[in-house]
């Protein structure tokens, strides 16, 4: 376990081969994010995965947010060139959290946090990677309904996931412990 902790990397759509990922990969994922620490067992996660032709339609939804928030500067170059980044990728999983008032707000977040951390590492484990994108849309109301949240509910971005190149490994870029711990014996 630990060493896929330290080998897992962020893995971005120019490294993907263009394979999809098997659907059974993807259920492993799914299945390890249910088993995230979370209180009061609120089970605060909420998935939308496109793959195949919903791909297409993951984007249209994007730029149709994008171009209706953005008006007059909607920029339609940078809209085709995030159709063909999502067309690079093999599965897209949208990140919600669905908000339950028995526990405070963070606690939430930080549960659809662990359970993205199990799904990436399992997504490592099995061959596959990606990264969690955010970006100024995970702000826009409209979309809530479109990835089944409602008002009180939060998107906190998306998995963009494929099956990685033979390429360089990403290097470790990290703090040594000292940086971030305080040790009282
Ligand atoms: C909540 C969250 C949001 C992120 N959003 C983005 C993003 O919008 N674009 C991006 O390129 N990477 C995004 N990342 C990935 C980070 O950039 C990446 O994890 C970081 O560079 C460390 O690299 P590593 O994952 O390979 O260790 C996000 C990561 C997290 C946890």
């Known amino acids: ?20 990922i098997p659907r059974l990969v993807i259920e492993r994922m799914l299945n390890a994010a249910r088993f995230a620490p979370n209180h009061r067992l609120t089970q605060p996660w909420r998935f939308v995965v496109y793959s195949g032709s919903g791909r297409a339609q993951f984007a249209q939804t994007w730029i149709a947010a994008n ?10 170059v940078k809209a085709e060139t995030f159709r063909s980044k999502v067309m690079t990728c ?10 339950n008032p028995i526990v405070p707000e963070f606690e939430e977040v930080c549960a659809v946090a662990s359970a993205v ?28 309904a479109e990835f089944g949240l409602e008002q009180h509910d939060q998107l906190l971005g998306f998995l963009m996931l494929g099956m990685p190149k033979n390429i ?7 703090h040594d412990l000292d940086h971030f711990v305080r040790w009282i014996d």
Do not use: C
Request: net charge negative; hydrophobic share 35%; no cysteine.
């Open 67 to 76: 171009q209706n928030h953005a008006g007059d500067s909607f920029d339609p």
């Open 90 to 99: 093999s599965h897209i999983i949208t990140i919600g959290m669905k908000r």
């Open 168 to 174: 360089e490994w990403p290097p470790r870029l990290r």
């Open 1 to 20: 376990m630990e060493d896929i902790i330290l080998e897992r990397r962020s893995i971005y759509p120019p490294q993907f081969t263009g394979e999809e």
């Open 117 to 144: 951390q199990n799904m990436m590492l399992v997504a490592h484990e099995q061959g596959a990677g990606g990264y969690w994108s955010t970006g100024g849309l995970v702000f826009y109301e409209s979309l809530k």
